[in-house]
């Protein structure tokens, strides 16, 4: 028997994936709850309706994206390191989640006020991570002096725009390892010929 921790985050996984290849509207609590090996009350039990069930797994999935990103600035030892895995691993990360951004960017489903605030200030704390990261490399002196929060900006812009162009680009074969490379060395070498 599964504890109540556990069976939420079942039936989490299991609309992840009944909302990827159904989309929102089309999606059914019964076909969630099926997918979850549980009883339709069940998933009543955890969530008061379809609409608060997304709402939840999309908080869900950002918190687990806000601790990898604390957990990459704790690992990596250089800025070039850093840059290199953070790019890498947000872009497999909607590689893998493919399917709920295109929800989000296609589908458009309701969100509730409260949790758009929720998702902006989590949002906001993704970037104050990271440029909070960022600063530590400056006073390190791996960055010139320039505004962290400026390239936490276009860090997080680069990976949220390739993201949703990888949403749209389904049969593009797309190496996340090999762009993340590009990526840091435009980030740390610039564009310009000296």
Known sequence: MR????????????????????????????????????????????????????????LHQLTVY????????????TLEQFLNRLIKESLGYFQAHREIARILLSDHPPIDASIHDLLLAAQQEKLKRLQTYLQAAADRGEMRPVSPWLVAILVLGFISVLGRQMVYEEGED?????TAAAMTDILLRGIGRK
């Open 3 to 58: 504890d109540s921790g556990d069976k939420r985050q079942h039936i989490l996984a299991a609309a992840t994936g009944v909302f990827a290849s159904q989309g929102f509207y089309r999606a059914k609590i019964a076909d969630i709850a099926a997918a979850a090996g549980v009883g339709k009350g069940t998933v009543y039990e955890y969530f008061r309706s379809k609409k608060d069930l997304f709402q939840q797994l999309l």
């Open 174 to 178: 797309f190496n996340a390892a090999a």
């Open 66 to 77: 806000l601790d990898y990103l604390q957990g990459v600035g704790l690992q990596e030892q």
